[in-house]
């Protein structure tokens, strides 16, 4: 956009206020930005802890391993979240080197056009953003299911073989051959049959 230095002197108060408007947008934005990496830190930390107390406990193999994949999508992508390149800003000395002797109206434009870039480029770093969040929050999510699930799975399958108050398998097979060894003793006891093969002998 070329301007005549009348033209720029005549709009000088529209791009006053383009820049102010552009100036607090940018800022809002890169406040939406630090948010998003707050919450991947948490976001990390939450499923780092989830990963712990899943690795303690006995779980069932399939679904837990499932859930320490889910896990690990979920750290990673919080990680590569914090990772990512900061947001753009106006460096004050290159608008100092470069617009330092231009007219008012001139250097409302440049620096009007600077933002707009400016903000294009921060808009798809945030796009990314958030992207990573969403797949690191669901994954998360799903990872915390699998972890529940393979932790009853394997609680009810230990249930099944022992239930409480009732002997395991292998206790009542002992128990039963000592009943059954008790029984053959007591039925047929040793010293009474040599005692009746003495008495047969003396008739």
């Given amino acids: 956009m070329t301007m ?9 108060p529209t791009l006053e206020l383009i820049n102010s408007e ?18 991947s830190v948490f976001l ?22 499932a859930a320490f994949a889910a896990y690990a999508v979920a750290i990673g992508f919080g990680i590569s979240i914090v990772n990512l390149s900061e947001y753009e800003d106006i460096s004050p000395r290159e608008v100092l080197d470069t617009h330092g002797r ?3 109206g001139a250097a409302l434009v440049a620096l009007a056009a600077t933002r707009v870039g400016m903000f294009e480029k921060n808009a798809r770093l945030h796009t990314r953003k958030t992207r990573r969040w969403t ?58 049959g040599e005692e009746g093969g003495r008495q047969a002998g003396t008739f």
């Fill in 4 to 12: 005549t230095p009348q033209q720029l002197r005549e709009q000088e």
């Fill in 22 to 39: 552009l100036a607090s947008r940018m800022a809002r934005q890169s406040e939406s930005g630090a948010k998003v990496d707050t919450k």
């Fill in 44 to 65: 990390v930390g939450f499923a780092a802890t989830a990963t712990q107390f899943l690795a303690s406990r006995s779980f069932e193999p399939f679904s837990g391993t």
């Fill in 102 to 104: 231009s007219t008012k």
């Fill in 135 to 192: 797949i690191s929050l669901t994954m998360l999510v799903i990872g915390v299911c699998l972890s529940t699930v393979s932790i009853l799975l394997h609680t009810d399958a230990h249930g099944r073989h022992t239930k409480p108050g009732e002997p395991s398998p292998s206790a009542a097979s002992s128990s039963a051959s000592t009943q059954s060894y008790g029984y053959v003793r007591r039925s047929v006891p040793r010293g009474h």
